[in-house]
T-cell receptor
Framework: EAQVTQNPRYLITVTGKKLTVTCSQN?????MSWYRQDPGLGLRQIYY???????DKGDVPEGYKVSRKEKRNFPLILESPSPNQTSLYFC?????????????FGPGTRLTVT | GQQLNQSPQSMFIQEGEDVSMNCTSS?????WLWYKQDPGEGPVLLIA?????ELTSNGRLTAQFGITRKDSFLNISASIPSDVGIYFC???????????FGTGTRLKVLA
């Protein structure tokens, strides 16, 4: 089944403890992206990647890192999480950057930083 | 930074009614998108628009790319209970593959 998977789905952690949220797609998509969703703010793009080893900042990249070493994986790294990074995170992918409008979203990861 | 102002914020309507929502910005975009998000899931693309003035339909949904390229509209005709959810507009920043989203319109349909 074609899908975008994220792990973990739920995470509670403490301030400053490094964490990684994994994202994987099995559709051979070139374009991948991370978003955070907060009440009243909609979705905001954190980082995106047009292909392997090609990443760029979205609207809210501060406090996050990404890497794209393989086509199928696009992990989101929080080196020193803070409470203001408590949010619902979505990974998305699309066939190519030229068709990046047609993004398939994962199920989401709910992160709480205390 | 660039912003998309989406309205209304929420709507309660009766089953069978038509629905309209819109998205405006002070910036110009060359791609407008409409997504729907069901509770507990990620957004799903409904309609994509690429050209100013374009009017596109997907079943009971119709969306338009504003002539000024600064706005877009989504209409849902004859609403049904499964239309419940949050509808987001989104736009692609010209010259990049970066996307910004509106704050969403929460739709509730009363049977």
């Amino acid at each position: 089944e074609a899908q975008v998977t994220q792990n973990p789905r739920y995470l509670i952690t403490v301030t400053g403890k490094k964490l990684t949220v994994t994202c994987s797609q099995n559709m051979n998509h070139e374009y991948m992206s991370w978003y955070r969703q907060d009440p009243g703010l909609g979705l905001r793009q954190i980082y995106y990647s047009m292909n392997v080893e090609a990443t760029d900042k979205g609207d809210v990249p501060e406090g996050y890192k990404v890497s794209r070493k393989e086509k199928r994986n696009f992990p989101l790294i929080l080196e020193s999480p803070s409470p203001n990074q408590t949010s619902l995170y979505f990974c998305a992918s699309s066939l190519s950057y030229s068709s990046s409008y047609e993004q398939y979203f994962g199920p989401g990861t709910r992160l709480t930083v205390t | 930074g660039q912003q998309l102002n989406q309205s209304p914020q929420s709507m309660f309507i009766q089953e069978g009614e038509d629905v309209s929502m819109n998205c405006t910005s002070s910036s110009i975009f060359n791609t407008w998108l409409w997504y729907k998000q069901d509770p507990g899931e990620g957004p799903v693309l409904l309609i994509a628009l690429y050209k100013a003035g374009e009017l596109t339909s997907n079943g009971r949904l119709t969306a338009q790319f504003g002539i000024t390229r600064k706005d877009s509209f989504l209409n849902i005709s004859a609403s049904i209970p499964s239309d419940v959810g949050i509808y987001f507009c989104a736009a692609r920043t010209s010259g990049t593959y970066k996307y910004i989203f509106g704050t969403g319109t929460r739709l509730k349909v009363l049977a």
